[in-house]
T-cell receptor, first 113, second 108 residues
């Protein structure tokens, strides 16, 4: 059963800590994306990767980092430099030349305590 | 500039009434447009795309290049249509550009 899996579903972080959110897909999609979803603001792109070992900053990359060492995996690290990290994070993947839309994960809710 | 505008943050209609969720876009090329839906406690999923000219769950959307719009319509709303709806545009570098979303509430 193909799909995209995000873990964990809920994550709590103390001030000053880095945390890593996992995103894995078995759809053989070339492109992967990280979004942040806040109420009333829609989806904002953090980082994206169209090929292994390559990624680009999105609109709100500050305080975040990613890696793309494998086609299937695109982990997101929320660093202590991110001023307002409490949010819902969505991972997505797509065929590189996207005419078919994105497939989304179920999301991770990060809360800073 | 490439932009997607959904002017309504919230739309509330009665069951059985027609629904129209507005989406306007700004794009200089030939746009690829999508509607995504997020039901409560479910993941965001593709509802329909304009290139398919399909009807999904009774919803249709027509691309109007003259008005730069891609409004989502359904003639008779059902309670299970209550959800968050996002309009998106595939931009020049194949990234999706998102509207802010419209929360649709269907009242019984």
């Amino acid at each position: 059963d193909g799909g995209i899996t995000q873990s964990p579903k809920y994550l709590f972080r103390k001030e000053g800590q880095n945390v890593t959110l996992s995103c894995e897909q078995n759809l053989n999609h070339d492109a992967m994306y990280w979004y942040r979803q806040d109420p009333g603001q829609g989806l904002r792109l953090i980082y994206y990767s169209q090929i292994v070992n390559d990624f680009q900053k999105g609109d709100i990359a500050e305080g975040y980092s990613v890696s793309r060492e494998k086609k299937e995996s695109f982990p997101l690290t929320v660093t202590s430099a991110q001023k307002n990290p409490t949010a819902f994070y969505l991972c997505a993947s797509s065929i590189s030349r996207d005419l078919y839309g994105y497939t989304f994960g179920s999301g991770t809710r990060l809360t800073v305590v | 500039a490439q932009r997607v505008t959904q002017p309504e943050k919230l739309l509330s209609v009665f069951k059985g009434a027609p629904v129209e969720l507005k989406c306007n876009y700004s794009y200089s090329g030939s746009p690829e447009l999508f509607w995504y839906v997020q039901y409560s406690r479910q993941r965001l999923q593709l509802l329909l795309r304009h290139i398919s000219r399909e009807s999904i769950k009774g919803f249709t959307a027509d691309l109007n290049k003259g008005e730069t719009s891609f409004h989502l319509k359904k003639p008779f709303a059902q309670e299970e249509d209550s959800a968050m709806y996002y309009c998106a545009l595939s931009g020049s570098n194949y990234q999706l550009i998102w509207g802010a979303g419209t929360k649709l509430i269907i009242k019984p």
